[in-house]
């Protein structure tokens, strides 16, 4: 199964707002309402769940960060762009064949 | 305190094996669906494999493409532990490998894991 679709990187100025997409297909994230985002700050580090089931933030996830859906391709707004957004954050789906998938992950700059 | 923690990683020549374990605490580990995740050297997250619940008694194991048939996973509810047999490792397996859970009870399958552990290093070099 192919990995989902990222942006290798996306970069804004602090207060702006930035939108990382997320391409899959009709067997993985057109076919489930189970896309995540994860932020990893550091390599060897832990990734962090900011996005489940599309849309939904976990506890303690900042109001900033916004996700939706459409069709084949999810996407993750951060707004209000803050130096301690600096990072790379991957998307994930399940698929069809009951596996899960990843983005590539897009590194996040804030200029 | 909600906690995962992954031991057994290491140093260990091409062609051999390694078992990887992840013990749960803070948590109903029986409750939660968990998989394995690894991230080679400057590389992106891979899935490695994982158990869903299909019953109240019985979990769906699936493995990614990446497998091969040579990792198994397995899960020990009564002492809260998830395990990785690495079998016939090669050289691209040299990778962070982390565990991962969420609560059934609070997302969709693979839906989004809001508990990981540290991560073990596994180096494959001769």
């Known amino acids: 199964q192919s990995a989902l679709t990222q942006p290798a990187s996306v970069s804004g100025s602090p207060g702006q707002s930035i939108t990382i997409s997320c391409a899959g297909s009709?067997?993985?994230?057109?076919?489930?309402?189970?896309v995540a985002w994860y932020q990893q700050q550091q390599p060897g580090k832990a990734p962090r769940l900011v996005i489940f089931d599309v849309s939904n933030r976990p506890s303690g996830i900042s109001n900033r960060l916004s996700a939706s859906k459409s069709g084949n391709t999810a996407s993750l707004t951060i707004s209000g762009l803050q130096p301690e957004d600096e990072s790379v954050y991957y998307c994930s789906s399940h698929t069809t064949r009951n596996t899960l998938i990843f983005g590539g992950g897009t590194y996040v700059t804030v200029l | 305190e909600v906690q995962l923690v992954e031991s057994g990683g290491g140093l260990v020549k091409p062609g051999g094996s390694l078992r990887l374990s992840c013990a749960a605490s803070g948590f109903r580990f029986s409750d939660y669906s968990m998989s394995w995740f690894r991230q080679a050297p400057g590389k992106g997250l891979e899935w490695v494999g994982g158990?869903?619940?299909?019953?109240?008694?019985?979990?769906?194991?699936s493995y990614g493409d990446l497998v091969e048939g040579r990792f198994a996973i397995s899960r020990d509810d009564a002492k809260m532990s998830l395990s990785l047999q690495l079998d016939d490792l090669r050289a691209e397996d040299t990778a962070m490998y982390y565990c991962a859970g969420y609560s059934n009870n609070w997302a969709r399958p693979y839906g989004g894991f809001h508990i990981w552990g540290q991560g073990t290093m596994v180096t494959v070099s001769s």
């Open positions: 158990l869903t619940p299909i019953s109240s008694t019985t979990n769906a194991l």
């Open positions: 009709a067997n993985d994230i057109g076919s489930f309402n189970t």
